[in-house]
């Protein structure tokens, strides 16, 4: 073919214009510099005052940079523009209410939000720029076990302390000192959810098992087989995807031909959960959906239909407006409704309390050293949206760093997620006690 | 395993082979319909496309604005009239957007490409990233036009898929009988199998390009409207089509229509039977395994025409 040779040349051609151009505009540029330099010398001295000024109103108030890295688009981009908003949310009630003060010196909050795709290479580039860029004191969420892996790897080492969503067990403990999780995980969910699905479906013996190919795909698969396994139930299939595939005919057939009487759809988002879930359908197959890992339940109901998503078990998506929730929660699912169009989900209002709890170490601490408010993190109940919490798991994850909060196992009816069943953690209750913090 | 146990069995086992097929054919259906546009633009104006992908995600994006939240939503017209109404508006709207496209940035790179693959790879970023700003980064699922499944005994077909089939035999007829029955086909026919020797018949290369890259993208936007009620839209959905529609086209070898047809039913079959029996990511290896040893024996893929 000649194509390429025509092309390369042409290329090339324009590119050396292209220089040639630049070459003589720089050349034009310098001499009317040098015929003007008092000219320059005064927009340049200009600059320097602005830039100095600028400095000095912006010095009278001390701010705290807290960074998000999240997934403002995909499939995942539910998760993350509500995740966003509850931290500027949070952020907005502290900084109109005067913000905080630190060893006498008073500070305001400042969010800086950047997509990281849900990927592991944006996830890196994100934290660099957050990180090296744009300097932030904290991360105060992220999404995604890849991504928040790539970003543990710039935030560790820089000792900034990170509140991550990752499930991934490698996210965690002592090689992890400055990183806390803001949200049940499946250590959490799973031997919530499967013991419930079992007492009330006995008959229940076979379970299919798919999940994104991704690091939260795989550390939830693995809890899921074993959960399911040690329940007493087969896993019949066990099946990745790649996040982002909108035919899933071939698999949803192999799924149906292993037989299961649940399917198990792991972290898919709701959109991916939904074709799963109608090609099952239409393939004629009819049991127990389970959906322990996925959040986003409006969207799930709104993408797969209410008789689809009729009686789909799920164990991320507590109802904010039921009688389980808190006055808080239900406030914050009405003005973020109002405000973004989206209902709140458990990560967003994960990142929502993990600024409750920075704050309550910021103030504890009287310190912005990450080293230090980690140590107090580790220590320290704070009141987030579903009450009084603390970091805890230490027989789990080697360091208390997992947040405690109920684990709600919620069940789609009538085109609406109703909390069904409701979990507590024992060493949540132990620990407050301790502190001497009275819980109803 | 008694008589009766073994018969059962196989009864069993050809119903999943028949379900295995029938999965390959409707898949393998949806790619064609993806790659056929993108091969006819390859076959005139000798541009490799980056940007189909990205008609297809601005068709899904006419069904579920216009089609689902306008027409039905808000002016509660009958589905199916609002369906078809919605297939002819994103061919009008897709192919006038292909035809500027063509007249404001492909003219400079007719026929040659290097420069037209960087020119619509960037035009790809630009649609991902303009429709992630105007649209947003949600996915957006529309339910499906044609609910509920044909079922003979334990075969199952959905009906959205089997409409999906039964238009793309139409639309390939029609294309089909455009390029062999119209003076218009002619001409394009002519410019892919020598565009010097079409030139010097009076053939207009200009308008015969233009023309070719407006049906390319009206095809990608016609594929879009079919496919999202059966899958969702996104910004960025368009790039898992785009890497189907060129396992196909090489495959099928550039520029040749049967043979898109031929390599999208094989991808198909790949992706039915290679999921079920190994895996999807096994699938996926077989697809550009196939590509390698396609390419090895017949580089110009297996309907293609060799470079002199």
């Known amino acids: 073919m000649d194509t390429g040779n025509r092309t390369i040349p042409f290329i090339f051609s324009k590119f050396s214009m292209l220089i040639t151009n630049k070459l003589h505009l720089a050349t034009k540029l310098r001499r009317a510099i040098m015929r003007k330099r008092g000219f320059f010398k005064a927009v340049g001295l200009s600059f320097f005052f602005l830039i100095f000024s600028a400095g000095a109103v912006t010095g009278a108030e001390n701010v705290i940079k807290l960074g998000v890295t999240t997934t403002l688009s995909g499939a995942a981009s539910v998760w993350g523009l509500t995740q966003t908003w509850a931290v500027k949310e949070a952020v907005k009630k502290v900084n109109e209410a005067g913000g905080i003060t630190i060893q006498g010196k008073p500070y305001k909050f400042e969010v800086i939000a950047y997509d990281n795709k849900y990927k592991s290479a944006d996830g890196a580039t994100v934290a660099n720029k957050l990180v090296f860029g744009d300097k932030v004191n904290f991360i105060i969420a992220t999404m995604g076990s890849a991504p928040t892996l790539a970003t543990l790897s710039i935030t560790e080492p820089q000792k900034i302390l990170t509140f991550s969503s990752a499930w991934s067990k490698k996210a965690k403990g002592p090689n992890r000192p400055h990183t806390f999780c803001q949200i049940n995980t499946p250590v959490e969910i799973w031997p919530t959810l499967v013991p419930y699905i079992i007492e009330n479906y006995p008959n229940a013996k076979t379970v299919a098992c798919i999940a994104p190919n991704d690091a939260t795909g795989w550390d939830a698969m693995k809890v899921a087989v074993e959960t399911w396994q040690k329940a007493g139930l087969k896993v019949v299939a066990k099946e990745y995807y790649e996040r982002g595939t909108t035919e899933f005919y071939p698999i949803v057939t192999k799924l149906k031909a292993a037989k299961p009487d649940i399917v198990d759809i792991n972290t898919a988002p709701p959109g991916e959960a939904a074709l799963i879930f109608r090609g099952l359908k239409e393939m004629g197959w009819d049991g127990i959906k389970v959906c322990p890992g996925m959040m986003g339940l409006a969207k799930f109901i709104e993408a797969a239909g209410n008789e689809i998503a009729e009686g789909t078990y799920l164990g991320l998506t507590p109802d904010f407006t039921g009688p389980l929730a808190t006055p808080a929660q239900r406030k914050l699912y009405e003005k973020c409704l109002q405000e973004t169009g989206s209902p709140l989900d458990a990560v967003a209002i994960g990142s929502y309390d993990a600024f409750q709890a920075l704050l309550a170490a910021l103030k504890t601490a009287d310190s912005l050293d990450s080293t230090v408010l980690a140590e107090t993190l580790s220590k320290i109940a704070f009141e987030g949206s579903y009450g009084w919490s603390v970091f805890g798991e230490a027989d789990i994850y080697g360091t208390p760093c997992q947040i405690l909060i109920p684990v709600r196992i919620t069940r789609v009816q009538k085109g609406k997620g109703v909390d069904v069943a409701v979990r507590r953690s024992p060493e949540l209750k132990a620990r407050l006690k301790e502190l001497g913090i009275k819980t109803e | ?308």
């Open chain 2, 1 to 308: 395993m008694t008589g009766t146990d073994s018969r059962e069995q196989w009864i069993m086992d050809s119903e999943l082979f028949i379900q295995l097929f029938i999965n390959a054919v409707m898949i393998g259906t949806i790619y064609v319909l993806v790659a056929i546009g993108l091969t006819m633009i390859f076959s005139i104006m000798n541009v490799v496309n980056f940007a189909h992908g990205e008609m297809y995600m601005l068709g899904g994006y006419v069904t579920y604005f216009i089609f689902f939240r306008y027409f039905v939503q808000h002016l509660h017209m009958p589905i199916y009239l609002a369906y078809f109404i919605t297939i002819i508006l994103a061919t009008l709207l897709l192919g006038i957007f292909g035809f500027l496209l063509e007249k404001g940035i492909f003219r400079p790179f007719r026929g040659d490409l290097l420069a037209g693959l960087m020119v619509s790879a960037g035009l790809s970023m630009v649609l991902q990233m303009g429709s992630a700003m105007v649209f947003g980064g949600k996915d957006l699922n529309i339910p499906s036009v044609f609910p509920g499944v044909f079922r003979v005994f334990d075969v199952i077909m959905a009906k959205d898929r089997v409409v999906i089939i039964g238009l793309t035999i139409i639309i390939l007829l029609g294309i089909y009988l455009f390029l062999m029955r119209t003076r218009l086909g002619l001409a394009i026919r002519t410019i892919s199998q020598n565009k010097e020797a079409a030139q010097l018949q009076g053939i207009n290369f200009a308008t015969i390009s233009s023309l070719g890259f407006a049906i390319g993208c009206a095809l990608a936007g016609i594929s879009g409207v079919l496919i999202v009620p059966t899958a969702f839209v996104s910004p960025f959905v368009g790039s898992g089509y785009l890497m189907k529609a060129f396992i196909i086209i090489i495959v099928g070898g550039m520029g040749s229509i049967p043979g898109c047809i031929i390599a999208g039913m094989i991808l198909g079959f790949v992706e039915s039977f290679g999921t079920f029996f190994f895996s999807l990511h096994a699938a996926a290896l077989f697809s550009f395994g196939m590509i390698i040893f396609i390419l090895i024996i017949r580089p110009q893929g297996l309907l293609g025409r060799a470079e002199r």
